[in-house]
């Protein structure tokens, strides 16, 4: 008998790639890794390693729905950081729910996170509104978005994924030297808890997911390695860089100013995450997700892994 087909959105980022990788390895199912660029290094890469590699826009609806047609399941993400727009990323999520509706796909896993203007209203002046609709619009558009899959009758699975562990490698966030000259790591997060994991993890809890199936179609599951303050994440790097790291609160109002691409957002997006600390971190069970991936890593084993690879300024 024939494997099921799993096609995968974003195979070449962080998470399609992680769900690739944890397909081949298993090979309960076979894969598809979608990607506008097959020919890329990275497309390559995967078509060595095994996948069926093909060619689809998520700007392009006929392309999806040939990419689609025929798979089991698909893994849906989109990419706000790559152009910043959540109307463009609604867009392509109403595409992609429609090219899984037309194209037959039993089982879909969205990669969503929360609509804050659900928590924040608009006219809730605690965080300042952005782009006139939104108050964190990389979180709104995914969360919007949810009803397209609803709307369009997709036996779909939404996923509320965590924040990046990877981010101190690859978005800047690694430690700095402050005024004090002692080396800081920052987060507007004060004491509470932030949900963290291992980006590839979270291709293996959507893994996990599928290997499921029909048991968590409808659901809404989240995932996380672990919740933990700046403090003891600090801690943490400390051990695992073999230098003293202090955790440096900045409010979000001053991250807000702090003058990068999506500092406003990202400062909001933590604002939410402090304030809300309670709700946001019950989403995100760390023994369900160990459930979906028994090989789940705590910090601690991440930072053993990726430790080197975090630049100290």
């Known amino acids: 008998m024939s494997r099921k087909v799993i096609a995968v959105v974003g195979s070449t980022g962080a998470q399609g790639g992680g769900l690739v990788r944890a397909i081949l390895a298993r090979g ?28 689809a826009d998520l700007d392009d609806a006929a392309s999806l729905v040939s990419a689609f ?18 109307e463009k990323e609604l867009a392509q999520a109403r595409t992609l729910a429609n090219a899984a509706k037309s194209a037959g796909v039993a089982h879909a896993v969205w990669s969503t996170l929360e609509d804050t203007r659900l928590d924040v209203p608009l006219s809730d002046d605690r965080m300042p509104t952005l782009a006139e609709k939104y108050k964190v619009p990389h979180f709104d558009a995914k969360g919007e978005a949810d009803k397209y899959f609803t709307e369009a009758g997709v036996p779909t ?41 291992a980006a ?21 599951v989240g995932i996380a390695g672990e919740h933990l303050t700046g403090d003891e994440m600090a801690r943490g790097l400390s051990q695992a860089l073999g230098q003293e790291i202090v955790y440096r609160y900045v409010p979000p109002e001053i ?35 160990r459930s979906l991936n028994p090989e789940l890593q705590s910090f601690e084993a991440w930072l053993q892994q990726q430790g080197a690879r975090i630049p100290v300024q």
Request: aromatic content about 14%.
């Open 28 to 55: 309960d199912f076979a894969v598809r890794a979608i990607t506008r660029k097959p020919d890329s290094d990275k497309g390559r890469e995967l078509a060595g390693l095994g996948a069926e590699v093909v060619a």
């Open 69 to 86: 047609r025929g798979a089991h399941g698909a893994f849906c993400v989109t990419n706000f950081w790559e152009h910043f727009s959540p």
């Open 157 to 197: 699975t939404f996923l509320l994924t965590s924040f990046y562990w990877d981010n101190l490698i690859h978005f800047g966030m690694g430690p700095t030297k402050g005024e004090d000259g002692k080396l800081g790591f920052a987060l507007p997060m004060a004491d509470k808890k932030l949900p963290g994991i």
């Open 200 to 220: 590839e993890d979270i291709g293996k809890c959507a893994y996990g997911i599928f290997n499921r199936g029909a048991e968590l179609v409808g659901k809404t």
């Open 255 to 289: 991250y807000r100013t702090l003058g990068f691409p999506g500092a406003d957002d990202l400062g909001n997006m933590f604002q939410y995450k402090r304030d809300f600390e309670t709700k946001f971190c019950a989403a995100r069970d760390v023994a369900f997700s």
